[in-house]
Structures are given as C-alpha cells and as structure tokens.
C-alpha cells in the first residue's frame, strides 16, 4: 500500500466518523424531529423544578378550616427528631376571624407547629412552609393539631399568604 492510498483511506475515514458527529457538514440540515425532541426535553426539565399549580393552593385554602389574621409573637426552631430536620413553633395572637371552625375569637393565642426537612438540590416537588418573623402580621391557614390551642398549616408553602 502505498504512502498515498494510505493518507486518502486514512482521510475518508477520518471525513465520515467527523460528518458522522457533525451531519450538518456534509449539507445535511438537522431534521425537524429531532429539534422538537430537544425543545420537549427542555421543557419537561425546567417543569420538574415547578411548585404545585395555583389551584392547588386554593383548594387547599378553600378547604382549610381555619382561615384568620394573626400576628407573630414568638418564632422557635429546634432540632427535629431526624437528621437534617428543623421543628417550628409559632405562637400568634388572632387579629381577625376570617372562618374558623374552631369558634376561635379575635385576641386569643394560638401555636403553629410544623416541621421543615433539608431537601437536596434539585428537589422537585412543593415548597417549604416558610418561616415568618417575629412580629409579622399575616393571614393563616391552618387545621387543627392535637391539642385545643395548636394548629398546623393547611396550605403548605401558602399558609401565610393569599393567592
């Protein structure tokens, strides 16, 4: 074989394993199949990151069987009975009775209690109850705990908000 019937075999090789990689180069356009595909895969990533859709909370808030205004007086986190979890406490006053099924009156106290789980990136899924200040007036909406004056939250990360 000779030096130049080896460098042509060697250079078509190298040509189709190179087109082969890139088809535009050999004139070919990218079929219109596979730039659907990519778009498709780009939006079913980007919706794995999404929360729940809003109905979802406001069903949730619908359904909640205490709706009120409070304001935080007392915020405590502490280790929860897991690793990587946090056990909230809040206390509150009542401001306004917006539905309670728990004949709770304006003035009266009452403790939140939840719990927050470390979640690792990428997490899909609903967020997080947030966490409000001490002295922060919201709305809440809550169901009841075990004991008289405690509640959890009913709407998730919507608790201590409006849609």
């Known amino acids: 074989m000779s030096y130049h019937t080896a460098c042509g075999a060697a250079s078509e090789r190298?040509?189709?394993?190179?087109?082969?990689?890139?088809?535009?180069?050999?004139?070919?356009?990218?079929?219109?199949?596979?730039?659907?595909?990519?778009?498709?895969?780009?939006?079913?990533?980007?919706?794995?990151?999404?929360?729940?859709?809003?109905?979802?909370?406001?069903?949730?808030?619908?359904?909640?069987?205490?709706?009120?205004?409070?304001?935080?007086?007392?915020?405590?986190?502490?280790?929860?009975?897991?690793?990587?979890?946090?056990?909230?406490?809040?206390?509150?006053?009542i401001v306004k009775v917006n539905r309670s099924s728990s004949n709770l009156q304006p003035g009266g106290m009452l403790n939140i209690l939840y719990t927050l789980a470390a979640r690792p990136p990428g997490f899909v899924g609903p967020g997080q109850i947030p966490v409000p200040a001490e002295g922060d007036r919201s709305v809440a909406y809550l169901k009841n705990g075990e004991k008289p004056e405690e509640f959890l939250p009913a709407a998730g990360v919507m608790t201590f908000r409006n849609f």
């Open 14 to 93: 190298f040509a189709r394993t190179d087109s082969l990689a890139h088809p535009a180069r050999d004139g070919q356009k990218f079929p219109m199949r596979q730039i659907l595909i990519a778009i498709a895969a780009v939006f079913f990533l980007v919706s794995l990151q999404a929360e729940l859709p809003p109905s979802a909370y406001e069903q949730m808030q619908a359904a909640a069987s205490e709706y009120l205004d409070i304001e935080v007086l007392r915020v405590a986190i502490e280790p929860g009975a897991e690793p990587g979890q946090q056990d909230v406490e809040v206390t509150a006053r």
